[in-house]
């Protein structure tokens, strides 16, 4: 079983900057072996996708509503992704989540085996 536990969130005004982390942990788990994502869901819509990197970090890809002011990075030897949040926006309040699969990166969350309780992101005007 994996583990997944995201930090940092919190309230920030607009135009501010957050980090979020997501620190993986499991008994047989082997963070390099999972591409890891980042979504997020605001109240009353859908969860959406926000960004993911593939296993070793070569490869990202971003929701279009967050390219240019979020950047996805993860460290390998600390089993932890982080999510870099530029230029904050009223519209980014929502709840965070990490999430991790062990195929290649997607933006389709129902392709992620693991997933965190989330962390809130408030953005005041």
């Known amino acids: 079983q994996v583990q997944l536990v995201e930090s940092g969130g919190g309230l920030v005004q607009t135009g501010g900057s957050l980090t979020l982390s997501c620190a993986a942990s499991?008994?047989?788990?082997?963070?390099?072996?999972?591409?890891m994502g980042w979504f997020r869901q605001a109240p009353g819509k859908e969860r959406e996708f926000v960004a993911a990197m593939s296993r070793r970090g070569g490869t990202t890809a971003y929701g279009d509503s967050v390219k240019g002011r979020f950047t996805i990075s993860r460290d390998n030897a600390k089993n932890s992704v982080y999510l870099q949040m530029n230029s904050l926006k009223p519209e980014d309040t929502a709840v965070y989540y990490c999430?991790?699969?062990?195929?290649?990166?997607?933006?389709?969350?129902?392709?992620?085996?693991?997933w965190g309780q989330g962390t809130q992101v408030t953005v005041s005007s």
């Open positions: 499991g008994r047989t788990f082997s963070f390099s072996s999972y591409s």
């Open positions: 999430a991790a699969r062990t195929r290649v990166l997607s933006s389709l969350q129902n392709g992620y085996d693991y």
